[in-house]
T-cell receptor, first 115, second 116 residues
């Protein structure tokens, strides 16, 4: 089955700097890669996603890039703000497993933005 | 759009009792709902997948008789933790899938269960 690795487990950046979070996946058939932000005590919030037919997608300060050959994808946050501090999860999905779009999650990374 | 609600947001119960958690998709019809549990500082662990009108599919190691899932309509799924014990204390989160695009899952706010 799919295996999603997310490293490191924590990342600290200065407010205004950029943050990059990387994930790797193992199943070359996976074609959907969402990123979720989870604040303490809340459910994950979908912030951006990408499908395998594109290499990059942007939404204001957030972008995601996908390298299918290397099987890794990254979340880029520019001009970080304290409210970006949260746990970020990457995930991958293979629609051909017949598993109703089941997502495989990485272990999450805690991003801290220092004021 | 794509709002998922859960009720209750937190619950405290005595050991041996059963607890029901509701998950609703408020502005779309969810063909599939997923139930996860999450321990502190850990990732989400998928417990089961439920499709409207059919039996849930449980992940390996999840006791289907302990975690009863019902998906009676396209907007409501329920998870009942039967005969709860302290080790069942966790953060339970549902997600819903079913929008026009494919694969997106939208999560509820979670339910904190504490079993005394």
């Amino acid at each position: 089955g799919e295996n999603v690795e997310q490293h490191p487990s924590t990342l600290s950046v200065q407010e205004g700097d950029s943050a990059v979070i990387k994930c790797t996946y193992s199943d070359s058939a996976s074609n959907y890669f969402p990123w979720y932000k989870q604040e303490l005590g809340k459910g994950p919030q979908l912030i951006i996603d990408i499908r395998s037919n594109v290499g990059e997608k942007k939404d204001q300060r957030i972008a995601v890039t996908l390298n299918k050959t290397a099987k890794h994808f990254s979340l880029h946050i520019t001009e970080t703000q304290p409210e970006d501090s949260a746990v970020y999860f990457c995930a991958a999905s293979n629609p051909y497993t017949g598993a109703n779009s089941k997502l495989t999650f990485g272990k999450g990374i805690t991003l801290s933005v220092r004021p | 759009g794509a709002v998922v609600s859960q009720h209750p947001s937190w619950v405290i119960c005595k050991s041996g009792t059963s607890v029901k958690i509701e998950c609703r998709s408020l502005d779309f019809q969810a063909t599939t709902m997923f139930w996860y549990r999450q321990f502190p500082k850990q990732s989400l662990m998928l417990m089961a997948t439920s499709n409207e009108g059919s039996k849930a599919t449980y992940e390996q190691g999840v006791e289907k008789d302990k975690f009863l899932i019902n998906h009676a309509s396209l907007t409501l799924s329920t998870l009942t933790v039967t005969s709860a014990h302290p080790e069942d204390s966790s953060f339970y989160i549902c997600s819903a899938h079913g929008l026009a695009g494919y694969n997106e899952q939208f999560f509820g706010p979670g339910t904190r269960l504490t079993v005394l």
